[in-house]
Nanobody, 126 residues
Framework: QLVESGGGLVQPGGSVRLSCAAS????????IGWFRQAPGAERDGVSC????????YYADSVKGRVTLSRDNATNTTYLQMNSLKPEDTAVYYC?????????????????????WGQGTQVTVSS
């Protein structure tokens, strides 16, 4: 099971930290990804991490503004988002996959993920 938290209403230029807590069968995974989906849009990869090779990936749209980190002791993955823009408004999902691949491939192929959280809304607006 994956549970996201930390979303909310943020002003442009502000920051938010999203959390993804894994438990149960979700602990047996090789990677974690953060995806987002705006109304009427596809669900796109934001940032991913591969436990197999330690690689991380950031989408161009968030590079330099977003940092993915993990707390292995609590099986929690964080997505720190800074300098938020209105176009960052979306439902953010974390997901886990059980295949070995790189972080970039994960983020570009969301079909590889088999476990998904319920999502958390991030709204960037003044």
């Amino acid at each position: 099971q994956l549970v996201e938290s930390g979303g909310g209403l943020v002003q442009p230029g502000g920051s938010v930290r999203l959390s993804c807590a894994a438990s149960g069968a979700s602990l047996d995974y090789y990677g974690i990804g953060w995806f987002r989906q705006a109304p009427g849009a596809e669900r796109d990869g934001v940032s991913c991490i591969s436990m197999a090779d330690g690689s991380t990936y950031y989408a161009d749209s968030v590079k330099g503004r977003v940092t993915l980190s993990r707390d292995n002791a609590t099986n929690t993955t964080y997505l720190q988002m800074n300098s938020l823009k209105p176009e960052d408004t979306a439902v953010y999902y974390c997901a886990a996959l059980h295949v070995i691949t790189t972080a970039q491939i994960m983020c570009l192929q969301r079909g590889l993920f088999t476990s998904w959280g319920q999502g958390t809304q991030v709204t960037v607006s003044s």
